[in-house]
């Protein structure tokens, strides 16, 4: 059966299986021994003809050799390379030479686009595998704040970072260049990288080629070309001059399937010095990121690459981060090695400027530099000076006002705290503020009236038309700006202390109470004070009026912004809280009645009302407790009367909180608040 088979189904590239020779055997041995002999020959060449058998199928599959012809100068290559002069080695006794794979042409277009495939960065030979990977747990975290940044937090109590540690995130560390990445025309292209080459025309083929160590590719038929250092747009134009000195008649497609690592170093004042593997089209940032950036004490002004010995490139990262300006970052290459010097003079910038922090300048540059760097002054700043505060005139005139001329011509020194003041919120006199005043309910044009400076309250009343004859005038709600901006001061300040007392005094003498009921206090009052903090003063003024008054004060002069809302006389009284039946009641002609007949006339208090702690809102905004006499006191239109619940113990805390949470629920103000006795 063997010797039936063609001899090119299981001879291949001078691989000679002789199954049928039987040199060395003796003349005279008998027939038996003859055939004894064959039938082991036999046996033990069964493998290598199916081995070959099914090379021959993969190759029938797989096409005529990956549809490159005999005689293409991409003939008989599988992706190995060869220096020039070489031979084509040929197939050993048991060697498979198996073609390239083929790929579709791609076309230069000024920057083909990487396959994911594509984009990776290979380690070099002899790389430490843990020195290299980015993502090594032992990188440390960015750097934490400096001497100069914790002295400034003392000086100013402003706490300012370093410009540019925003991009120090370990985040950003993982430069790896994205698979949609396009390979730059000014690609210059090294020892690993792979050229996808693919011929039409009177030659067709494709191949990948790796360049050698000594920066060539070998062409069947054509030779050695050099590609180490071509830019990728001109990678073209040079594999078609090469193969142009042997053919004619066709066209060529070339792009990169592969780039290869490089690998560098980054010294000096980094955050984590070390050698770095990254990706031929890497860039200085991009490996400056990858090492964590400066460190506490390293430069942002001044990044060097040394290349063979030289300073290629001195970069300021501020030109990128303020400007960016990335066209002096380049690319690396192998070996390459980047230095971080220490930190230059660092200089503070606060007050009225677009970003405040802690800068760092270069030899020659002025206060006003410093500034520029910080984005210049805000909107609402006073542009026309500055104030800098100098660290060697510390012990004397330690502060100087300069004019921003002069901060052109002063140069920064390190310490230095620049300041620019605010002036849109400086506070003017009365007298100078031209003053929009809203003023609407029962008047007979509501509206928005702008006045000069101290007018007074008759004037907009007066341009209103008056008031109509619903209006009730002793329910004027009057807000203003200014009164509601002391009135969060002083109501935040008030729920500091009382956060204090509440939190550190005991909440119940009773100690019977476990652990558990003490925290479950403590958490109520959290709760009570969140709602507190998430109040807001309204700014209400009450007026001295009587509750017979028709005319509002005419002599109250106006300020910016404030509020006048007149409503309608309402003859109704309410009574709410811990009362049988709480309702709104009709106020009857004639004597109005007490108080305490409106309780009893909603059905009186229940069982668990706190009768010590009933008080009564006016309609003016005015609170009336029971230690006033509210009790025996004569109801007025607009009267709220509040029995408040009794809470477990009976303790202050728990009345407090009751009467404040029902204050706030009725919108009432923090003055109202501060009323209760």
Known sequence: MLGALPRRWWVRDRVDVNLMTTK?????????????????????????????????????????????????????QSGSQRGAGETIPQAGPSTVVMPTTPIAPVTISGGDVLSPSAVHSSPLPGADSDVLDIRNPRLK????????????????????????????????????????????????????????????????????????????????????????????????????????????????????????????????????????????????????????????????????????????????????????????????????????????????????????????????????????????????????????????????????????????????????????????????????????????????????????????????????????KRAYVFGTRFTRETVRTQQRQSYREAIDQMEQVLVTAPLTQDTSFNGGDRQAQLAAVRGFLTKLRGAEPDGRLVLDLSPNETQLPGNLVLENNDRIVVPPRINTVGVFGAVYRPASFLLPAGEPKRVKDYIEQAGGTIRAADKGTIFVVRANGEVLSKKRGALNARVLPGDIIFVPVRTQGNTFWAKFKDITQTLFQLGLSAATVAAIQ
Not at 32 to 38: M, P, S, V
Not at 195 to 217: K, P, T
Not at 227 to 255: C, E
Not at 302 to 321: A, P
């Open 24 to 76: 060395g055997l003796a003349s005279e041995a008998g027939c038996i021994q003859r055939g004894f002999r064959r039938f082991c020959r036999n046996i033990v060449a069964v493998p290598i003809v199916l081995s070959l058998l099914c090379s021959q199928v993969a190759w029938a599959q797989m096409g005529d050799y990956g549809g490159i012809p005999s005689g293409s100068p991409l003939d008989g």
């Open 141 to 468: 975290p960015p750097a934490a704040p400096g001497e100069y940044e914790r002295w400034v937090f003392d000086v100013t109590g402003r706490k300012l970072k370093r410009f540019g540690s925003d991009l120090l995130l370990p985040s950003n560390r993982d430069y790896a260049v994205p698979a949609t990445s396009a390979i730059p025309p000014d690609y210059a292209l090294n020892v690993g990288d792979v050229v996808s080459i693919s011929l039409n025309g009177s030659v067709e083929g494709s191949a990948d080629f790796e360049i050698d160590r000594n920066g060539q590719i070998f062409l069947p038929h054509v030779g050695s070309i050099r590609l180490v250092g071509t830019r990728y747009r001109d990678l073209k134009d040079r594999i078609a001059a090469a193969v142009g000195h042997q053919y004619r008649g066709y066209d060529v497609s070339v792009s990169i399937r592969k780039l290869r690592g490089v690998r560098v170093y980054v010294t000096g004042f980094a955050n984590n010095p070390g050698a770095y593997t990254v990706n031929s089209l890497s860039t200085l940032v991009n490996a400056v990121l990858a090492a964590g950036g400066p460190s506490a004490g390293g430069s942002f002004r001044s990044v060097k690459l040394y290349r063979n010995g030289h300073e290629v490139v001195d970069f300021d990262l501020y030109d990128l981060i303020r400007k960016g300006d990335k066209s002096h970052d380049p690319l690396l290459q192998n070996e390459d090695v980047l230095f971080i010097p220490p930190v230059g003079e660092q200089v503070a910038v606060i007050g009225s400027v677009n970003e405040e922090a802690i800068y760092e300048a270069r030899p020659g540059e002025s206060v006003e530099d410093m500034l520029r760097i910080a984005g210049g002054p805000t909107s609402l700043a006073d542009a026309g000076r500055v104030i800098l505060y100098r660290l060697r005139d510390r012990d004397s005139s330690w502060s100087h006002q300069l004019s921003r001329a002069d901060a052109a011509a002063q140069a920064a020194e390190a310490g230095d705290i620049i300041q620019l003041l605010p002036q849109g919120s400086l506070m003017r006199p009365l007298d100078r503020q031209s003053t929009i005043v809203r003023i609407e309910g029962e008047v007979n044009r509501p509206g928005n009236y702008y006045v000069p400076p101290n007018t007074p309250l008759s004037k907009v009343v007066e341009m209103a038309g008056g008031l109509t």
